[in-house]
C-alpha cells in the first residue's frame, strides 16, 4: 500500500502562484509514477502533470505547459507541484495519484495509477 497526502491548496487570485505538495509513504518503491490530476466542478477528472521517481521525467497536459512544473524529492519522497500564472480554469480539487505507467503516452491515463490521495481544494478568483 501507498499511502498520499496532498497539502497546499488555498485560494489565490488569477495570476497568482502555489505550491503543491504529495507526500508519500508505504511501499513507495513499489511505483515509480507519481501523477497529479484535477477535477472541476460538474467535470470529469483530468491528468495534469507527473513525474517518474526514478529518472525525474515529467509529463504535462496542453493546458498547464510553461506554468506548472513538477518534481520531486526523493529523500522526502514527496512530490511538488508549482503553478504559476494561475487561471479561474485552474479551479479544481487537485490529486496526487502514485502507480507505475508503462510507455510515456500512459502517464496521463487514470487508470494507470492504483493508489490516490483524499485531494486539496485550489480555487482561484477572478
Known amino acids: 500500500q501507498v499511502q498520499l497526502v496532498e497539502s497546499g491548496g488555498g485560494l489565490v487570485q488569477a495570476g497568482g502562484s502555489l505550491r503543491l505538495s504529495c507526500a508519500a509513504s508505504?511501499?513507495?518503491?513499489?511505483?515509480?509514477?507519481l501523477g497529479w490530476f484535477r477535477q472541476a466542478s460538474g467535470k470529469e477528472r483530468e491528468f495534469v502533470a507527473a513525474?517518474?521517481?526514478?529518472?525525474?521525467?515529467?509529463y504535462y497536459a496542453d493546458s498547464v505547459k510553461g506554468r506548472f512544473t513538477i518534481s520531486r524529492d526523493g529523500a522526502k519522497n514527496t512530490v511538488y507541484l508549482q503553478m504559476n500564472s494561475l487561471k479561474p480554469e485552474d479551479t479544481a480539487i487537485y490529486y496526487c495519484?502514485?502507480?507505475?505507467?508503462?510507455?510515456?503516452?500512459?502517464?496521463?491515463?487514470?487508470?494507470?495509477?492504483?493508489?490516490w490521495g483524499q485531494g486539496t481544494q485550489v480555487t482561484v478568483s477572478s
Open positions: 495519484a502514485a502507480g507505475s505507467p508503462i510507455g510515456s503516452a500512459n502517464y496521463g491515463s487514470e487508470g494507470q495509477y492504483a493508489y
Open positions: 508505504g511501499r513507495t518503491f513499489s511505483t515509480d509514477g
Open positions: 513525474v517518474t521517481w526514478s529518472a525525474g521525467s515529467a
